[in-house]
């Protein structure tokens, strides 16, 4: 069983900056592959990023150059940095850990952009 509890997030304006944190209970954390999600009311729960065991890095095209997500295996981290934030970033935010077809989520986090 993982855990996965999220930090960070707010009220920012355009342009501004946030950073969000997730960290993961247990000791097999560097053998998960972590996402970032987010989710808007109506609509279903979209993909963000995703940072893979090895390090490898994929973005969702409307984030892609603004966003960047990282991971510290030594501290169970995950992070996803996102700079110059627009309103349509506004969504609450869900990390999550996926092995062997057993996926885990965080509480969620909600992050407003607006002026």
């Known amino acids: 069983q993982v855990q996965l509890v999220q930090s960070g997030g707010g009220l920012v304006q355009p342009g501004g900056s946030l950073r969000l944190s997730c960290a993961a209970s247990g000791s097999r954390f560097s053998l998960y592959t972590m996402r970032w999600y987010r989710q808007t009311p109506g609509k279903q729960r979209a993909l963000v990023a995703v940072?893979?065991?090895?390090?490898?890095?994929v973005y969702a095209d409307s984030v892609k150059g603004r966003f960047t997500i990282s991971r510290d295996n030594a501290e169970n981290m995950v992070y996803l940095q996102m700079d110059s934030l627009k309103p349509e970033d506004t969504a609450v935010y869900y990390c999550?850990?996926?092995?062997?077809?057993?996926?885990?989520w965080g509480q969620g986090t909600q992050v407003t952009v607006s002026s």
């Open positions: 940072i893979a065991r090895g390090g490898n890095t």
């Open positions: 999550n850990a996926e092995h062997g077809f057993v996926d885990y």
